[in-house]
């Protein structure tokens, strides 16, 4: 009987979008989402942190104000420093309104993959969110490969190493080893002869 080979299906990519503007979510989420996106919507820099500690996302989508009457930025740009410590691997991208120069290079200079002014033109922002997730996706995987091929050179060369010490009369032989690192260049052994 022939098995038909199935690829995993990969799930739909996963956007995080803060801002403190209801419309402007509802209308994020509507053009998103009939493009196959996962969408959470968020008001604030607080629990933009909360939700990032319970799920993995592909994309933050953050505006940089969320105090009324100011054009400063700096809560949004307080936000990416955390998100910088916690998942560097999370692609950001600024949308900010009456964008002033500064601010905006002041975001490129953290971990900013991207910034959109509003109003945004909608098939720019779905070309910068197709690639912000495709680079996050590859930055992860690459990160998940280089993790399993350390973990399995770190088993090969603890399968090197003796698994008993022979006894010498008249010699008290002890032993330790430890990697620098992940993994370690070096490996002993011990004989009799």
Not at 41 to 66: A, C, G, M, R
Not at 119 to 135: F, G, M, S
Request: negative net charge; aromatic residues 6%; hydrophobic residues 40%.
């Amino acid at each position: 009987m022939d098995s038909i080979l199935q690829t995993p299906v990969e799930k739909p990519p996963r956007i995080l979008i803060a801002d403190d503007q209801v419309d402007i979510l509802s209308a994020l989420d509507l053009l998103l989402k009939r493009q196959g996106y996962e969408i959470t919507t968020v008001t604030s820099p607080t629990v933009v942190i909360e939700w990032l500690e319970k799920k993995q996302f592909d994309v933050l989508l953050v505006d940089l104000n969320y105090i009324r009457d100011t054009t400063c930025g700096r809560e949004g740009l307080d936000l990416m420093s955390h998100i910088q410590m916690s998942d560097p691997t999370l692609p950001v991208i600024a949308m900010k309104a009456w964008g002033s120069v500064e601010v905006a290079v002041e975001a490129m200079k953290g971990e900013l993959r991207d910034f959109i002014q509003k109003p945004w033109d909608n098939d720019r922002l779905l070309d910068t969110i197709r690639a912000q997730v495709e680079r996050g996706r590859g930055v992860r995987q690459a990160q998940n490969r280089t993790a399993q091929e350390r973990d399995e050179a770190r088993k090969i060369q603890r399968g090197l190493m003796p698994r008993s010490i022979p006894s010498i009369d008249g010699y008290y032989i002890a032993h330790a080893w430890q990697p620098a690192r992940h993994v370690s260049g070096d490996y002993f052994d011990i004989l009799p002869s």
